[in-house]
């Protein structure tokens, strides 16, 4: 088993493995970042390049020798770009050009600290300390055993904020939802009936409201208030599960659904160009992609926004197929990553030991539950008939699938985006013939 060596550092922290190197982001960093370098005897793979002060050379990655090496590696921009990582080890620390673009300061440059006795390091804003320091009167001993973790006490606040931040924002999702189902789902409001606005209209409102939605994510990034992944998955829950709410204000014209299909195609063509690096938005990047890659847009992202079109063409809210196969591929999957990082570390699968019960029976619940959410409201504007009794256990039948394929081992092979909806679809077409 990979023996973690966690260190938490202000503004990018890392996490090294005994296998591999990780990067997380800290939300939002306090004001002096401090950072705790922690330990593992058995840490002999964390490497670090050296990147001399004001060169850009690369010397290449080299492992860090001793067995009782600490090591924590800062990953630090300078100007917009991650150019440079850098490792700090002790004895003799090295440390970093630390640049936050967020807060739009570049720190100190690269120094070497070197008989530092403590294994402890401060990094602090350039406001408050222009360079990194050694700190030898406040620090504890870290347990040097495999494995051991031991964030440092003054991060624990900020993990306390993200924690509580983490659950209103996983609890706002359902409650929003709630809010504007309550009214529609009487079935007294047909908007689609009353509204007679044209449908370029309503597409133009929707896709308007779609970049507002993107916009305060890319904006939250840009503040770092939630981590990157919790970022990505907000995105990754909310934005399908919102645009189908707008679907009853569109005409009962056959063909509005596509002019509802112009709102994803929108975003995809967004998406492409940002992932290509035609435009330019460290924002949108660092809201939606995993590891700051603006490349990985073209995945995921991607499939996802191809998959909100095919829906909307192929099934659009006359059928609960595509309804319940949005459902699954934004709550379902979406929920299964959230509660399988937070309660999923125990219990793992035994066909795949990278998810968790706890996951996927999220993913089956909340997805069975946003489905029948969903199917209800469309149920409720008279878009088809159901008896609840059947439909819901159809529903649950094809979440079941959905969940079983989410679970199995080949994610490095097909993407969740994809797997899971045709999931829902064949499923789907078996429980809800035409
Ligand atoms: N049934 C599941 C699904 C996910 N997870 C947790 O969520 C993480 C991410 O899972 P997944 O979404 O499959 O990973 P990626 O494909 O890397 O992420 P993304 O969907 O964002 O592309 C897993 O590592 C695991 O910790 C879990 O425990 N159980
Ligand atoms: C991060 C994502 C998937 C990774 O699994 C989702 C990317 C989503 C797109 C960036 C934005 C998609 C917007 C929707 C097409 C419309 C939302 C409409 C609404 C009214 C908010």
């Known amino acids: 088993m990979a023996a973690e060596v966690v260190g938490l550092v202000g503004r990018g922290y890392s996490i090294c493995t005994q296998s ?19 330990a593992s005897a058995q840490a002999p793979a ?17 492992p860090v020798l001793a067995a009782s090496s600490r090591a924590l590696r800062i990953r630090y921009f300078d100007g917009s770009q991650l150019r440079r990582h850098q490792l700090i080890r002790a004895p003799g620390w090295a440390s970093g ?3 936050s673009k967020s807060h739009g300061r570049r720190h100190s440059n690269v ?21 990194l320091s050694c700190t030898g009167d406040s620090q504890e001993k870290v347990d040097l055993s495999a494995g051991n973790v031991q964030p440092a006490p003054e991060v624990v606040p900020g993990k306390e904020r993200l924690k509580h931040k983490y659950l209103l924002s996983v609890a706002a999702l359902p409650s929003l939802a709630a809010v504007l189902y309550a009214p529609l789902a009487t079935g007294d409001i047909a ?6 606005v044209p449908d370029l209209g309503v597409a133009i409102f929707t896709a308007a409201a779609a970049l507002v939605w993107v916009r305060l994510f890319d904006e939250l990034a840009r503040r770092n208030v939630f981590e990157r992944k919790l970022s990505r998955k907000l995105v990754h829950i909310s934005s399908g599960l919102l645009f189908m709410l707008f679907w009853p204000v569109f005409s009962a014209n056959p063909n509005s659904r596509l002019y509802a299909a112009l709102v994803p195609a929108a975003n995809l063509v967004r998406l492409a160009a940002v992932g290509t690096g035609l435009i330019k938005s460290e924002d949108t990047v660092k809201a939606i992609s995993r590891e700051g890659d603006r490349r990985e847009l073209l995945g995921g992202p991607l499939y ?25 591929m934004c709550a379902g999957d979406g929920i299964a990553d959230i509660v399988g990082r937070r309660f999923g570390k125990g219990l793992k699968l035994p066909y795949n030991k990278s998810k968790s019960w706890a996951g996927s029976a999220a993913m089956f619940v909340t997805g069975t539950a946003t489905a029948l959410l969903y199917v209800t409201y469309f149920c409720n504007f008279g878009f088809y008939e159901c008896n609840m009794m059947h439909t819901a256990l159809k529903v649950a039948a094809i979440a079941l699938a959905a969940t079983i394929v989410e679970s199995l081992p080949i994610t490095d092979t097909f993407d969740d985006n994809v797997t899971v909806p045709l999931t829902c679809v064949a499923v789907g077409s078996l429980l809800f013939p035409a």
């Open 46 to 62: 964390c490497s670090f390049r050296d990147t001399p002060s004001g060169q850009n050379e690369d010397v290449g990655w080299r």
């Open 304 to 328: 996802y926004v191809i998959v909100l079109i095919a829906a909307t063409v192929c099934f659009w809210r006359q059928s609960p197929i595509g309804v319940s196969a949005l459902a699954l």
């Open 191 to 196: 908007l689609h009936l009353e509204l007679k």
């Open 111 to 131: 120094e070497t600290l070197t008989n530092c006795e403590t294994q402890s390091v401060e990094v602090c804003s350039l406001r408050e300390a222009p360079v």
């Open 20 to 38: 591999k190197i990780g990067f997380q982001e800290v939300p939002k960093p306090a004001a002096t970042n401090k950072f705790r370098c922690c």
């Open 97 to 99: 050009n630390f640049h």
